[in-house]
């Protein structure tokens, strides 16, 4: 039995589809949508420099000198500030009073600390984002020790740790004899050693990859100064990289090809590459013991490394007893099928919800709730058999665009400060109770806002030297970024851990699906139903500045209790008519369960609108069914294999399957089963 459940786990991380034998009955089709251990959990993402400082021996690196040396100027923003684990690791109660489950630290390996372009001006690494060596950490951060002290510390907490990692490029090294703008495959296609040119999409991934030359298989030749710099040593192989030049625009094919920033572009269509990054991310979890991984960059890599990639970590996670090592990526795209075709067809467990923080601002700012209403139409778009839209990582801010409180004061200028503060917390509110993993952004918690995004959105928790930051305005309390700024009591902190105890005391936020109730003007109202318990709870939320009241449609009958805040109860004949006052959100939960459906399931099946990336959609129609879970399946070679399970209405999934035959098989709350085949 081990060996064949390991099997099917391994085919499933591989291929995202579940297989089942040949004439399995229904029954056996028949399957819970996914939730994952980390289902519901809120995470933290922090910046290591910018949150404490804990060791100001280790502020320049262990290097003496001025900042173009070793990268240290805490007045400038662009500079190391001096935060490190050892802070970080002091800080952990603090985050545990946050009701944090997961840290997410940016990229915390040895960086190429001082770019320094003369009269243009010059920058740091403090981002991390400027890797040399995938090996070791960075020492303005610390060392390994301290590390495993902190992730030490954050899991006696109960608190899981994930590094933001690079996969596809390195720090700029490599540099070209000359100028070097983005040249085009057509222009220029790849040739291998011997002058043959070759089409880098046919071969990407397989194992006869053409081998190249650095002096004729590219478009620009690489130059290495330093050919040791890099670690592992196998990076600095100037032709494992792309070497087509600095991308111009972030679309097309520069998207993939091109330097993104200057930075040393990787071919990660080479399996040298591929073999190297599952060898380098995998030894993290054996020695750091940590829990996941977030991805940078996702989209300007390559499918077939992610197809590789991806399922190869969790792999060796599984083997390690990690069975909930949990990897999301970073596809800044506000277009749900962009951003869904990473977690199916590239085989990423979960990226950052993107569409969702685009929609949530709109709402926030007083632009009505169509945009959240469209969000969770799309959300069918990302169920496949191992995962789906519960997996994702929300946010509404973060450390590239910037937070939040920054761009409500941008879409809303003039604004008292009494609505700045309850605009900020009913972000909060919509964040915490929306489907998926929600994601704060250090110092959010404290009132952290700023001017912009990028460096301007990365402040000093300690109190910071940078002119810029020191006497700016924060939400919710008279501090500034020029104060020590770990404040229990601030308003959205205090918040904030409220959300984190409710959502905590009831696994209905974990396991419940979600179903959009109501969309109308300044008002959104959506279902969480438990799928053990049956009963509903029914959040609403007003981003009018006056009340507002609305007949919310809901499945159960009978009381429906107002739980957040406490308040009265309201009736529900087919819908619940709730008062919600101006900028706050409400939630209440049915005294009693959905009721149970006269007969068992009775679903048809029919073909939707394919999408624009060439997928199938299937449509099941389960009438008279108040809760129901709808498993998708294709007989391929003979064989029925899962491609997925949709709880809420309308049940569909998206499919590129190539199959004989579609089959659903529907599950209500009472176990009965029916389908229907295609």
């Not at 220029?188 to 190249?212: E, H, W």
Request: proline share 7%.
């Amino acid at each position: 039995m081990k060996k064949t459940a390991a099997a099917v786990l391994a085919l499933a991380l591989l291929t995202g589809v579940q297989p089942a034998q040949a004439g399995t009955p229904d029954a056996g089709l028949a399957r819970d949508s996914v939730r994952t251990g980390l289902s519901g959990v809120p995470f933290y993402m922090v910046m290591i420099d910018r949150f404490a400082n804990g060791d100001p021996g280790n502020d320049r690196g262990g290097v003496p000198g001025d900042r173009l040396v070793n990268g240290y100027d805490p007045t400038d923003k662009q500079f190391f500030h001096g935060g490190d684990l050892t802070g970080l690791t002091g800080k952990v109660d603090y985050l545990a009073g946050l009701g944090v489950k997961a840290v997410w630290v940016n990229p915390p390996f040895r960086n190429r600390w001082v770019v320094d372009f003369g009269a243009g001006g010059a920058f740091a690494a403090y981002h991390g984002y400027a890797i040399t060596d995938f090996t070791a950490f960075d020492p303005h951060f610390g060392t390994a020790a301290q590390m495993r002290t902190f992730v030490g510390q954050a899991h006696a907490r109960g608190i899981k740790v994930f590094f933001d990692i690079t996969a596809g490029y390195t720090a700029d090294v490599i540099t070209f004899d000359g100028a070097h703008p983005y040249q085009t495959l057509a222009e220029t296609p790849y040739q291998d050693a011997a002058g043959k040119p070759f089409d880098i999409k046919a071969v990407a991934g397989r194992p006869d990859f053409p081998q190249l030359s650095a002096e004729t298989s590219f478009p620009y030749k690489p130059i290495v100064n330093d050919p040791t710099l890099k670690k592992p040593d196998w990076l600095n192989d100037p032709t494992l990289y792309h070497n087509r030049g600095e991308a111009a625009v972030f679309e097309g094919e520069q998207l993939e090809y091109g330097d993104f920033f200057g930075l040393d572009d990787l071919m990660t269509e080479h399996p040298r590459v591929v073999a190297g990054m599952e060898q380098i991310y995998s030894s993290w979890i054996d020695t750091m013991n940590i829990d996941g991984y977030r991805v940078d960059t996702t989209k300007h890599v390559n499918d077939e490394f992610w197809q590789a990639f991806a399922p190869a970590i969790q792999r060796h996670a599984v083997a390690k007893g990690k069975k909930d090592f949990f990897v999301f990526g970073e596809v800044y795209s506000g277009d749900p099928l962009l951003t869904s075709h990473y977690t199916t067809d590239a085989k990423m467990p979960a990226v950052l919800d993107f569409p969702f923080q685009g929609a949530a601002r709109s709402f926030l700012a007083g632009k009505g709730a169509a945009g959240l209403a469209g969000v969770a139409d799309a959300d069918d778009l990302y169920t496949d058999a191992d995962s789906n839209a519960y997996s994702l990582t929300t946010f509404v801010g973060n450390h590239d665009m910037g937070r939040l409180s920054t761009m409500l004061k941008q879409d809303r200028p003039g604004m008292t400060e009494q609505e700045w503060l309850a605009r900020v917390k009913l972000g909060n509110e919509l964040l915490y109770l929306w489907r998926g993993n929600p994601v704060v952004y250090y110092g959010d918690e404290q009132g952290f806002a700023g001017v912009a995004g990028d460096a301007e959105a990365r402040q000093d928790m300690f109190p910071s030297k940078v002119p810029d930051f020191v006497n700016q305005d924060q939400v919710g309390t008279d501090r500034t970024p020029g104060d020590d700024n770990f404040d229990p009591n601030h308003p959205l902190y205090k918040q904030l851990a409220d959300l984190s105890a409710f959502t905590a005391s009831d696994p209905v936020w974990k396991r419940g699906n979600q179903v959009m109730r109501l969309a109308d003007g300044d008002v959104v109202a959506f279902s969480r139903i438990d799928r053990t318990t049956g009963r509903e709870y029914v959040v609403a939320a007003n981003a009018s500045t006056v009340a507002k009241t609305v007949d919310v449609p809901v499945g159960a009958s009978g009381r429906y209790d107002r739980i957040r805040p406490q308040g009265p109860a309201t009736t529900a004949q087919g819908t619940i008519r709730v008062t919600v006052p101006p900028l706050s959100a409400a939630v209440y939960r049915s005294s009693k369960p959905l009721p149970p459906a006269a007969t068992a399931p009775r679903p048809t099946l029919k073909l939707g609108t394919p999408t624009t990336d060439g997928r199938t959609e299937l449509v099941a129609a389960v009438p008279n069914q108040p809760y129901a879970q709808a498993t998708f399946a294709a007989r391929i070679d003979g064989h029925w294999q899962i491609l997925g399970t949709d709880d809420a209405a309308p049940y569909r999934i998206y499919t590129k399957a190539k199959a004989t035959e579609f089959r659903v098989v529907v599950k209500d709350r009472q176990g009965r089963i029916g389908s229907a085949t295609l």
